[in-house]
């Protein structure tokens, strides 16, 4: 059943419906034609204007297909209800089901509000009672955004705005208590608010971002907080900059909840106010898609944060790992000649700077790569590779790495090896009779003898 082909569509079968329920995922041919099999009334369920609560209920998984002409056909109040039963078991939920209970949230909204765009504004006026802290979160799980907006006042959501924050907001009503928090707060949000906007946060501009008095480092930490949701990159970037240009210096989990990626976005002035003690408690930075400037000021600053450690190469190497992009040959060298095995990663070592990488030896090569060393035969068409390998002898590679690396360069021509000039210049040794040794004993010459 799940594998029908899109032209083949679902026949008009209870029992064949119910196995669709067991399908991981509909296609949009799939969806289609379910939609138009439920609107033909020609199923169990009846006519989609028929459905109520339980109806809803009974489609199970197929509800997540159902489309905008088929919802707008079902009775406001059977989605009402279908909403109310959704949000409350939406905080007892696993994150997956929550994705898929948001989605039927935003769905329903959706036709809630092509219902409502039908209303003359001149007739919008608040139909429910008064909104306290009693049943705010009643109001929020119930009412419509239109209704929310007239009804709720901007004193008692800020009252009670981390209680409202909990519950399961579709954008149409986040959007709604955005605003109410602006209304109550014109001169702009004071700074120990800030924290307190969780989900809500994510929907300022950059522009608004930028007059927020972020200067606490507990503000910022909670405005990271992933519970608010996910940040976009551009707005990442306006709360960092905006807490730095205030005075403000961040810490280790705050560069953890950046991440290396937004991190490397941040202007080399912006880094250079990274304190290296932020960087010894920030955990594994993915710096890779840093400027080399920016990896070499973030190395500087990591070889401060773990200089204790240098007398233990091991676990120097380490934590100093993800920040080796930006090394100097001279620090590189010193790792490969610690007099332990390093065994540096191939990864890491192509994101060397390969400027730095080609002052390295062969013998620093092999120190440093230790026992992935055979690896590097796979990476000798990496750029950085092919400029070393064509740097050093090929008799070095061969006899030192042995690993096949091919392209060094060749002997010079018409040149003895070592070995032969050292014995074309070795003397001819005399033999030794027992009257030499007794000379060589005694101080006299030995008579020669016939």
Not at 253 to 267: D, S, T
């Amino acid at each position: 059943v799940c594998d029908l082909e899109p032209g083949t569509g679902p026949a008009p079968d209870p029992k064949l419906l119910d196995e669709l329920k067991l399908c991981p995922a509909l296609t949009g041919a799939q969806r289609d034609a379910l939609n138009a099999l439920l609107l033909s009334g020609h199923t169990a369920y009846g006519d989609p204007s028929s459905w109520d609560l339980q109806t809803l209920q009974d489609l199970g998984p197929l509800v997540l297909a159902l489309n905008q002409t088929t919802l707008s056909l079902v009775a406001e109040a059977a989605r009402e209800d279908f909403r109310r039963s959704i949000k409350a078991t939406y905080i007892s939920q696993g994150h997956p089901q929550r994705e898929k209970s948001l989605t039927l949230l935003r769905a329903l909204a959706a036709a809630s509000a092509a219902s409502h765009a039908r209303l003359k504004r001149s007739t919008a006026r608040c139909q429910s009672k008064p909104i306290t802290a009693s049943n705010i979160s009643e109001a929020i799980l119930f009412l419509s955004p239109e209704q929310l907006d007239l009804c709720l006042s901007s004193d008692v959501l800020i009252e009670n705005l981390e209680a409202v924050l909990v519950l399961p907001n579709p954008l149409e009503v986040s959007q709604v208590l955005k605003r109410k928090v602006d209304e109550f707060f014109p001169e702009g949000i004071p700074e120990e608010q800030l924290r307190r906007l969780g989900q809500l946060s994510r929907l300022y501009s950059e522009q608004e971002i930028s007059e927020w008095p972020l200067k606490s480092s507990e503000t910022l930490s909670a405005l990271l907080s992933p519970s608010g949701g996910q940040w976009e990159d551009a707005q990442v970037q306006q709360l960092l900059s905006r807490y730095l240009a205030l005075g403000g210096s961040l810490t280790g989990p705050q560069l953890r909840e950046v991440g290396g990626r937004r991190l490397c976005k941040l202007q080399e002035g912006q880094l250079q106010q990274i304190p290296a003690a932020a960087i010894r408690t920030a955990g594994q930075l993915n710096i890779s898609s840093c400027s080399q400037a920016k990896k070499e000021q973030l190395y500087g600053k990591a070889r401060e944060a773990f200089c204790s450690l240098a007398s233990t190469p091991g676990p120097y190497y380490c934590q100093i790992r993800p920040y080796l992009g930006g090394a100097p040959a001279e620090d590189l060298k010193d790792l490969a000649n610690a007099g332990v095995a390093i065994n540096m990663d191939l990864d890491t070592f192509l994101a060397l700077n390969p400027q730095e990488l080609q002052k390295l030896s062969v013998s620093d090569v092999k120190n440093l790569l230790g026992e992935n060393l055979p690896l590097l035969k796979e990476a000798e068409q990496e750029p950085s590779v092919v400029s070393w390998v064509q740097r050093q002898s090929q008799r070095e590679l061969d006899c030192v790495l042995g690993i096949g690396l091919q392209g060094g360069l060749p002997e010079p021509t018409g040149t003895a090896s070592p070995a032969a000039t050292s014995l074309a210049t070795v003397p001819t040794p005399v033999p030794t009779t027992s009257a030499s040794v007794t000379s060589l004993a005694t101080g006299t010459s030995p008579v020669p003898t016939s």
